[in-house]
């Protein structure tokens, strides 16, 4: 957290010429928080293992993931959490899915994340840690992602070509451009200079940032289980990328939750309820 500040006081300093590096800096750092006590707790409790995804666009090397299960039953629950987050983000979820018998409940830490040591991270390291443990570890039936780690699960669902018996995506982000655009907002970055790092992005990635859209991207099958929650006022995901999202794809049934915002929407107690109840049903 400390780095992200030191960015943000040099950027809103230098508002009028910033530097590219940092703007990217800006974007692609992910600011880290300490597990609390309850936390450390859980995670004591939990089987720890590491995983390599292979970082393409950054060091072009193998990056380890840290990774933690808790239980031991046939169906294999994996939880993808969003940015600047972490596995034990999801400690209610945590606790109520310990109380669902034959589970097992997989969660990781994204590169750059948490306890996962990275310099920077992006969503396809995200995608490629749900791949790396769906191959090395276990295949999941039910996938619960938050955030960019809804957007996550769907590219690497699509990749692997594996369909589960369950998709939860929780306040999912639909379009990533648009999410670039309001952090940059958020330091005064102005229309002429977004221009820069945007052209920068499509050099380096190389497709452009409007790309990552999950209403142009999603290709899952309508067969799917797939259940999707939401807050109306939702700041970070706004709801008229979401409504455009779910009007092209009618199958996914979506539920509203209001008054719980982006970020809080994980500790909602009616969320967690509807989750477990849809992991139950699968049994």
Same mark, same amino acid.
């Given at each position: 957290?400390?780095?992200?500040?030191?960015?943000?006081?040099?950027?809103?300093?230098?508002?009028?010429?910033?530097?590219?590096?940092?703007?990217?800096?800006?974007?692609?750092?992910?600011?880290?928080?300490?597990?609390?006590?309850?936390?450390?707790?859980?995670?004591?409790?939990?089987?720890?293992?590491?995983?390599?995804?292979?970082?393409?666009?950054?060091?072009?090397?193998?990056?380890?993931?840290?990774?933690?299960?808790?239980?031991?039953?046939?169906?294999?629950?994996?939880?993808?959490?969003?940015?600047?987050?972490? +596995?034990?983000?999801?400690?209610?979820?945590?606790?109520?899915?310990?109380?669902?018998?034959?589970?097992?409940?997989?969660?990781?830490?994204?590169?750059?994340?948490?306890?996962?040591?990275?310099?920077?991270?992006?969503?396809?390291?995200? +995608?490629?840690?749900?791949?790396?443990?769906?191959?090395?570890?276990?295949?999941?039936?039910?996938?619960?992602?938050?955030?960019?780690?809804?957007?996550?699960?769907?590219?690497?669902?699509?990749?692997?070509?594996?369909?589960?018996?369950?998709?939860?995506?929780?306040?999912?982000?639909?379009?990533?451009?648009?999410?670039?655009?309001?952090?940059?907002?958020?330091?005064?970055?102005?229309?002429?200079?977004?221009?820069?790092?945007?052209?920068?992005?499509?050099?380096?990635?190389?497709?452009?940032?409007?790309?990552?859209?999950?209403?142009?991207?999603?290709?899952?099958?309508?067969?799917?289980?797939?259940?999707?929650?939401?807050?109306?006022?939702?700041?970070?995901?706004?709801?008229?990328?979401?409504?455009?999202?779910?009007?092209?794809?009618?199958?996914?049934?979506?539920?509203?939750?209001?008054?719980?915002?982006?970020?809080?929407?994980?500790?909602?107690?009616?969320?967690?309820?509807?989750?477990?109840?849809?992991?139950?049903?699968?049994?």
């Amino acid at each position: 957290m400390k780095r992200l500040k030191q960015i943000v006081n040099e950027l809103k300093l230098t508002q009028a010429d910033p530097d590219a590096a940092l703007m990217r800096e800006f974007i692609f750092y992910s600011p880290k928080m300490p597990l609390r006590l309850h936390q450390e707790q859980l995670i004591a409790t939990s089987k720890q293992f590491s995983l390599n995804v292979f970082d393409t666009y950054f060091t072009h090397a193998d990056v380890s993931i840290n990774c933690f299960s808790w239980g031991n039953g046939k169906c294999k629950v994996l939880l993808t959490h969003g940015w600047a987050s972490k +596995a034990l983000d999801f400690y209610e979820l945590i606790i109520a899915l310990q109380q669902i018998e034959d589970l097992e409940i997989i969660a990781f830490d994204a590169p750059g994340n948490g306890s996962s040591v990275s310099e920077f991270s992006n969503l396809m390291l995200y +995608a490629d840690s749900v791949k790396s443990i769906a191959l090395n570890y276990a295949q999941p039936d039910v996938l619960i992602g938050h955030s960019l780690g809804g957007m996550a699960n769907v590219i690497a669902l699509q990749e692997l070509g594996i369909t589960p018996g369950l998709l939860i995506s929780i306040a999912p982000l639909i379009r990533l451009k648009e999410n670039f655009e309001q952090s940059l907002d958020s330091v005064n970055i102005n229309a002429q200079h977004q221009d820069i790092f945007f052209n920068n992005f499509a050099k380096e990635f190389p497709v452009p940032a409007s790309h990552f859209n999950l209403t142009n991207l999603y290709q899952l099958s309508p067969d799917l289980d797939h259940f999707l929650a939401f807050d109306p006022a939702d700041h970070i995901s706004p709801y008229s990328y979401l409504k455009e999202f779910l009007s092209k794809f009618p199958a996914i049934n979506s539920k509203s939750f209001e008054d719980v915002g982006h970020y809080k929407i994980l500790k909602s107690a009616d969320v967690i309820e509807d989750v477990v109840r849809k992991i139950e049903a699968l049994n």
